[in-house]
């Protein structure tokens, strides 16, 4: 009997931040996520991450999607923008001010270097501002309040995790200085409004996740399933990404370029279906992926 869409509720994603065009190692993300989901006859859905607009490449989120329907990557519903949802995230923030989970902060980058804690993700914010702002001190960012006892979850490739917020993070930022809103706090309303029930992604971002748990918790959101997949890294352990300048994508051969994301996945295509059309690859793409042979690693060496 196959599902229908009520019967069936898995739903996952893909959400490129438009920094510039699709890789090998944003594609593995792309691939992970969209089989993840139609191997389990689930929905796809496609995300375009751009809040922040310094950081942005003009025309970068159309060649994406160019790209992923190039690689025959339907994406069901439209296409969510981060930048329209800035109503969505103020209410977020109210939700959070309202319980008084955050509190303003007056500290530069210089300040907060100077004073905190090394931890292993990046500096912990040693909670300066945490009781008010010191006379005459003008806010800046706006932080969460981080307490209590570990955030637990278990990634379906990299196993459970347990994470001490308060002395592995620190009090998080959800409004930047600049006054955008942060990451964490998007990417949990839009986690939220879309529905996804499984978030598949690189494990670059396994770091985040306890800080969008702590999120979804506080603003009464369910808490979805994780599978952080390997980080393709260059010959000197360094991710691929536009800033290590990984090659475009090119759309004139997207199957043996498939394959090589399929393979690196711990699936096992066979050596002919590199010469398959599109849709014949993802026929036996979706029917032959098996998550537990994705390597358990948080990076491999992009091939
Ligand atoms: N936009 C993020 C990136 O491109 C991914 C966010 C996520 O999957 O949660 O790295």
């Given at each position: 009997?196959?599902?229908?869409?009520?019967?069936?509720?898995?739903?996952?994603?893909?959400?490129?931040?438009p920094t510039g065009?699709?890789?090998?190692?944003?594609?593995?993300?792309?691939?992970?996520?969209f089989?993840?989901?139609?191997?389990?006859?689930?929905?796809?859905?496609?995300?375009?991450?751009?809040?922040d607009?310094?950081?942005?490449v003009?025309?970068?989120?159309?060649?994406?999607?160019?790209?992923?329907?190039?690689?025959?990557?339907?994406?069901?519903?439209?296409v969510?923008?981060?930048s329209?949802?800035?109503e969505a995230?103020e209410a977020?923030?109210q939700r959070?001010?309202?319980?008084g989970?955050?509190?303003?902060?007056g500290c530069?980058?210089?300040?907060i270097?100077?004073?905190s804690?090394?931890?292993?993700v990046?500096a912990i914010?040693p909670g300066?501002c945490?009781?008010g702002l010191?006379p005459g001190?003008?806010?800046?960012a706006l932080?969460?309040?981080?307490?209590?006892?570990?955030?637990a979850?278990?990634?379906?490739?990299?196993?459970?995790l347990?994470?001490?917020?308060?002395?592995?993070s620190g009090?998080?930022?959800v409004r930047?200085?600049?006054?955008?809103f942060?990451y964490?706090l998007?990417?949990?309303?839009?986690d939220g409004?879309?529905?996804?029930?499984?978030?598949?992604?690189?494990?670059?971002?396994l770091?985040?996740?306890p800080?969008?748990?702590h999120?979804q918790r506080?603003?009464?959101?369910?808490?979805?399933?994780?599978?952080?997949?390997?980080?393709a890294v260059?010959?000197?352990?360094?991710k691929?990404s536009?800033q290590t300048?990984?090659?475009?994508?090119?759309s004139?051969?997207?199957v043996?370029?498939?394959?090589?994301?399929?393979?690196?996945?711990?699936q096992?295509?066979p050596?002919?279906?590199a010469?398959?059309e599109?849709?014949?690859?993802?026929?036996w793409a979706v029917?032959?992926?098996?998550?537990g042979?994705?390597?358990?690693?948080?990076?491999?060496a992009?091939?």
């Amino acid at each position: 009997m196959s599902l229908t869409k009520t019967e069936n509720t898995y739903c996952g994603r893909f959400a490129p931040s438009p920094t510039g065009p699709l890789h090998f190692g944003s594609l593995v993300a792309a691939v992970g996520s969209f089989l993840s989901a139609r191997s389990r006859g689930g929905q796809w859905l496609v995300r375009i991450e751009d809040l922040d607009a310094p950081r942005q490449v003009p025309g970068a989120a159309d060649r994406i999607l160019r790209t992923l329907e190039a690689f025959g990557m339907a994406w069901d519903d439209p296409v969510m923008y981060q930048s329209t949802r800035k109503e969505a995230y103020e209410a977020a923030l109210q939700r959070l001010r309202s319980q008084g989970a955050v509190y303003a902060c007056g500290c530069t980058r210089r300040e907060i270097a100077d004073s905190s804690i090394g931890g292993p993700v990046a500096a912990i914010y040693p909670g300066t501002c945490r009781r008010g702002l010191a006379p005459g001190r003008l806010p800046r960012a706006l932080r969460v309040r981080v307490d209590g006892p570990a955030v637990a979850f278990e990634d379906r490739v990299q196993g459970r995790l347990s994470h001490f917020l308060g002395s592995e993070s620190g009090d998080f930022v959800v409004r930047r200085a600049d006054g955008l809103f942060a990451y964490q706090l998007a990417v949990v309303v839009d986690d939220g409004e879309q529905g996804i029930t499984e978030v598949v992604r690189g494990a670059d971002l396994l770091d985040s996740t306890p800080r969008q748990i702590h999120l979804q918790r506080l603003l009464g959101l369910p808490t979805p399933q994780y599978l952080h997949l390997p980080v393709a890294v260059d010959a000197r352990g360094e991710k691929l990404s536009k800033q290590t300048r990984a090659a475009p994508l090119g759309s004139a051969r997207p199957v043996p370029l498939l394959a090589g994301a399929l393979a690196f996945l711990g699936q096992r295509p066979p050596a002919e279906l590199a010469g398959a059309e599109v849709d014949e690859f993802w026929r036996w793409a979706v029917a032959h992926w098996r998550a537990g042979r994705i390597p358990r690693v948080r990076a491999l060496a992009a091939p």
